[in-house]
């Protein structure tokens, strides 16, 4: 990928400064934090923040090009239908179900987000920035 490719790709990313801190960092602590208010909004506040996180990663891969994007957006939203149908009770988790859920986030957050762009670089070659 050339320099100019790069740097286009680089400002149309939203997963950079305070528009990234914004975007996935609020949506984090909230998901951090809310065990607090009450299990029974689980329901209602994981699948909302994990649709809105995994649609503006899907937004962002076709943005600029972000290779992790590609592959957090479809997790974030295949994690925000595990929690829904946790929370509805429709798939059995057992009594950690929402433990098991965080786990299921924090492990394969961080795994997406950091091992393919390790192996494939930060972005792909073949994108087109808008």
Request: net charge positive.
């Amino acid at each position: 990928m050339s320099r100019e490719v790069g740097d286009t790709a680089s400002a149309a990313d939203w997963a950079r400064g305070a528009r990234g801190c914004l975007t996935w960092g609020v949506p984090v602590a909230i998901l951090v934090i809310s065990p607090v208010i009450g299990t029974r909004y689980l329901v209602i506040v994981w699948p909302s923040l994990l649709t809105f996180m995994g649609a503006a990663c899907l937004l962002n891969a076709r943005r600029c090009g972000r290779t992790h994007c590609y592959l957090t957006g479809p997790f974030f939203l295949l994690l925000a239908g595990v929690a829904l149908l946790y929370g509805i009770g429709a798939l059995p988790l057992g009594a950690h179900g929402w433990s098991k859920l965080s786990e299921a986030l924090v492990i394969g957050g961080v795994a997406l987000c950091c091992v393919p762009e390790w192996v494939l670089g930060r972005y792909r070659a073949s994108s087109n920035p808008s």
